[in-house]
């Protein structure tokens, strides 16, 4: 048999949909005018001129960029019904299509699991926590005396919603309160802008990461008038200056919270009326927190420990994980794995991550105190400080990562030197490595995780 | 009460306000409730139960809210996790909570189909979202399409199977001789992507899409395009390799082309016969690229 083979060796990004569409259109209407000789089976081979991006119709671009870039865009048509879809799927608008707009919900009482969120650890698989309904209404009730709103807000969280911030926070309690949400798949902070006025956004989802972003794009732009009422921060430590910008700026208050996946979110956070920098609040209505050491004893206030939450918004377990789940769960108390302290009035403050902290010469050793000392130096933009085992021994060593700040250049005598200065000896790194970027979460988490010894990058397929 | 019921009392206390925008474009309440029930009887009909687990891997798109609230009315549970997770990462949480299907973009198909054969659980993938995102470079990027009758093979399974092993006889040819090809859609070196295809059906046709990379992929210029948070930017991409790291020279087109074309030859037992376009075909092209050229 003889098949068709089309070269186009300098092609225009457009060419990569248009050539075998055409030939695919040709083919299926052929079949119905039944004209001329059928299309053969074709192969086309193409490579492209100029740089190019081939685009669905939902995907922002920056055209004003592309140009001056010498990008070319290319726009490929919808697809849905009738049109081309991946072989072997269900699309979701003709499965919507088909069907009856009447339902009747199939029971299911509180206790039973609305969602099961993975939670990557520090060490270890991602473990599913499994989140009740009443769960999230203990969340969306526990949030009602910090997050004051009326029919006429107007929620955006941009955040994702597979995050369990953006879900609980972003998408449940805008429904359990009456109100709309604002959906933003995908975001240009200077675009986004211009969104929050035109829809009165009065109450912003987002985190530090997102936050900073948004204040160097409003720092470039004419005065804001903007409906914001509230702005929630969580899922990473807020930096006290950036409050305070915010606020000149935007001239709202961002309020920091607390939380975690097992814990449906939020358990303490800063209330309008009561806030403290630096602090993620007071525990929220019906959550109880506790400040214990290691031998579960709890601890005065201002004193560090591991925090334990308690309350209707603590989840069910982690899904098939027994063990993990009589580990971390005990009489209702969900211990964290967070450091932190409560002060006298109980805000809550957030030290560091217990699996974080590194055991030296019988020193425990917080990386997030060496970090913060970091960040201070001038010529540095992100820290991180990870323990890493020393051969043979269980002794750790302190090792940083660095990355730079923009246009300077700095060396690893000179940070040690730096720490020799304001540290204790035995809290000076061992060693120093620079870096570009560090990884990090959705959330903007840095994940100290892939910085380890011996890290393994979880998105490569193997052969076996 | 349970959050499917919360649903129901919104739409019916207030079935006019406004519960979602998007684009522009404002759902009431009682509009949502609507697509909701539509979405909870499509999945009923698939035979999503009570119990059973639906992942979402889907960014803030009015289908996420949709799948969340018509898992709550069927007693399912919701699995929503990142948009940015690859390979493992996604075959670990598919794995381990046993999904029954997964709803998710389009561009993300080719992901979850090379993992599909080792989770017996996931019977569906639903799609939606026109959020493809190919980059084209004038160095780096080959792509190889093809239009072909879905009766050369026997099952969608076949195509993969067949394609699959063809390009890897081809890359092997070229002197790629750690190339490895396991499922759906990915050719791999060392647990990196050298090359993906994929297909596209409409109606009695299988679009085959294959991009390959010859010479190392530079992203950076394409992000200040589009708007990715400068933290997450090595997260968008799969980890990936190219012809020219795997084979220790720069390869020529021409090469690579003739041995593509060759594996395909001995494949399907044909022979190619160079042409272009049919006068139909071309008042085609010349639509689909005044579409794709349009703002």
Known sequence: MEWRVIFNNEGEVADLMALPAAVAEARVAGRYILVQKPIPETIILQKVKRKGILVGVEVVIDREEAEKEGIEIAVQPKGGRGGMNPAGTISFQELILRAKDQFTSVESSIDEMAALIYTSGTVGNPKGAMLTHGNFFAECEATIEVIVTNEEDRFVSLVPFFHIYGLAIGLVVPLFRGCSTLLIPQYSPRNFLERMDEEKISILIAIPTQYYHLLRAAKRKPAMKSALKYCISGAAPLPIPMIHDFKETFGVDIMEGYGLTETTSAVAVNSRHKTRPGSVGLPIHGVQIKIVNEDGQPMLPNTPGEILVKGKVVMAGYYNMQEETQKYLVEGWFYTGDIGYQDEEGFLYITDRKKDIIIKGGFNISPAEIEGLLIAHPKVKEAAVVGEKEKEGREEAIKVFIVPADGEKVTSSEIIEYCRMRLAPYKVPDGVEFRESLPKSATGKILKKELRQGYRDGRLIEKE | ?295
């Open chain 2, 1 to 295: 009460m349970n959050l499917g019921r919360l649903l129901e009392e919104k739409a019916k206390k207030f079935p006019k306000r406004t519960a979602v925008v998007y684009e522009g474009k404002a759902i009431n309440f009682e509009e949502l409730n609507k697509t909701v029930n539509r979405l909870a009887n499509g999945l009923k009909s698939l035979g999503i139960e009570k119990g059973d687990r639906v992942a979402i891997m889907l960014p803030n798109i009015p289908e996420f809210v949709t799948t969340f609230l018509a898992c709550q009315k069927l007693g399912s549970v919701a699995v929503p996790f990142n948009t940015m997770y690859k390979g493992g990462e996604i075959f670990y949480i598919l794995k381990d909570c046993g999904a029954k299907a997964i709803v998710t973009l389009k561009n993300i198909v080719p992901l979850i189909n090379e993992i599909k054969p080792d989770l017996p659980n996931l019977k569906y993938i639903i799609t939606t979202g026109e959020r493809d995102l190919i980059f084209a470079d004038p160095e780096s990027t080959l792509f190889l399409q093809g239009v072909l009758s879905k009766n050369i093979f026997r099952d969608l399974e076949d195509a993969y199977q067949r394609v699959g092993d063809i390009l890897t006889q081809s890359f092997k040819e070229l002197g790629l001789r750690e190339v490895w090809y396991k499922h759906r859609g990915s050719l791999r070196v060392d647990g990196r992507k050298l090359a993906g295809f994929s297909f596209l059906e409409i109606e009695d046709i299988y679009i085959l899409q294959m991009v390959c990379f010859l010479t190392p992929f530079d992203p950076s210029d394409f992000f200040s395009v589009i708007w990715i948070p400068p933290e997450v930017k090595d997260k968008v991409l799969e980890p990936l390799t190219s012809i020219q790291e795997a084979l220790g020279r720069f390869p020529n087109d021409q090469e690579v082309r003739d041995a593509l074309l060759s594996g395909l030859r001995k494949g399907f037992g044909i022979t190619f016969k160079e042409s272009g376009l049919t006068r139909d075909e071309k008042l085609g092209y010349e639509k689909y690229k005044a579409i794709a050229k349009k703002r």
